[in-house]
């Protein structure tokens, strides 16, 4: 298993930015894939943008050109850089480890909340 922590969530500004970061307890080297996802009130949890093992990344229509995933292995971290941000990017982000076969996995960190306002 593995326990996941995000962090840098806060109020921000439309047009602003904000870099979040989930902490993962072990290596994520070999996981298959990690990603962030949100949740608005009210809404179902989306995909926001998921990187591979190998480096893949895919990103939700709605964020694409405006936010960055990346991962640091050494640091067992992945981050989520986001900037253009606008009032509809308001939301719980939620990491994610998932991995399939014998080393089956599918972790979820606490969330952390941003707020996009004026």
């Known amino acids: 298993q593995v326990q996941l922590v995000e962090s840098g969530g806060g109020l921000v500004q439309p047009g602003g930015s904000l870099r979040l970061s989930c902490a993962a307890s072990?290596?994520?080297?070999?996981?298959?894939?990690m990603a962030w996802y949100r949740q608005a009130p009210g809404e179902q949890r989306e995909l926001v943008a998921a990187i591979t093992s190998g480096g893949h990344t895919n990103y939700a229509d709605s964020v694409q050109g405006r936010f960055t995933i990346s991962s640091d292995n050494a640091k067992n971290t992945v981050y989520l850089q986001m900037n253009s941000l606008k009032s509809e990017d308001t939301a719980v982000y939620y990491c994610n480890a998932r991995d399939y076969g014998p080393d089956a996995l599918d972790a979820w960190g606490q969330g952390t909340l941003v707020t996009v306002s004026s």
């Open positions: 072990r290596s994520i080297f070999s996981i298959y894939v």
